[in-house]
T-cell receptor, first 111, second 116 residues
């Protein structure tokens, strides 16, 4: 399967806490991307990490990639109620850059 | 800059009826995607266009689904006839990079289809 698998399926935390979400995959990748989807809306790109990168930061987001373990993690620091959404990892594979999404993680941040 | 525009946002039809969704990608984006998202699941690719050419339609149920992107800009996805199992959100996305690109996808708000 070329699909990334996210873990946990659901996460509930208190505002101000950090949220860590994981993604595992089984094939070689060009890059791995994380997207957010608010209820009833389209997906929004958060961050992209290439296969030769190990860590990347964007604001309160930190993404790591371990290609030897075929896994990635997304850390959201100092979470806010507005971070409540579904988060998807997507793996980019093959010469034609196919992007395949996982099933997503539902994050709830309690005020 | 305008984002990806989709219409209609919502559509309710009886089974066996036809339905069509329209998408206008971000200006200058040559690559256009149609994804289907079932409730509680991630998006699944239906078809990908590079300009006018469908370069990946392996997941498109061709017996009832069709798509076109005649001038390499906007696109239409059609279902005829619709079945109960087609109820889902149909998402359109575009990107600036072609087959060898590694770019991000920009998504529209989606068209939510309910088949009764």
């Amino acid at each position: 399967s070329q699909q990334g698998e996210e873990d946990p399926q659901a996460l509930s935390i208190q505002e101000g806490e950090n949220a860590t979400m994981n993604c595992s995959y089984k094939t070689s990748i060009n890059n791995l991307q994380w997207y957010r989807q608010n209820s009833g809306r389209g997906l929004v790109h958060l961050i992209l990490i290439r296969s030769n990168e190990r860590e990347k930061h964007s604001g309160r987001l930190r993404v790591t990639l371990d290609t030897s373990k075929k896994s990635s993690s997304l850390l959201i620091t100092a979470s806010r109620a507005a971070d409540t959404a579904s988060y998807f990892c997507a793996i980019n594979t093959g010469a034609n850059s196919k992007l395949t999404f996982g099933k997503g993680i539902t994050l709830s941040v309690r005020p | 800059e305008a984002g990806v525009v989709q219409s209609p946002r919502y559509k309710i039809i009886e089974k066996k009826q036809p339905v069509a969704f329209w998408c206008n990608p971000i200006s200058g984006h040559n690559t256009l995607y149609w994804y289907r998202q079932n409730l509680g699941q991630g998006p699944e690719l239906l078809i990908r266009y590079e300009n006018e050419e469908a370069v990946d339609d392996s997941q498109l149920p061709k017996d009832r689904f069709s798509a076109e992107r005649l001038k390499g800009v906007d696109s239409t996805l059609k279902i005829q006839p619709a079945e109960l199992g087609d109820s889902a959100v149909y998402l359109c996305a575009s990107s600036a990079l072609g087959l060898a690109g590694f770019g991000e996808l920009f998504f529209g708000e989606g068209s939510r289809l309910t088949v009764l």
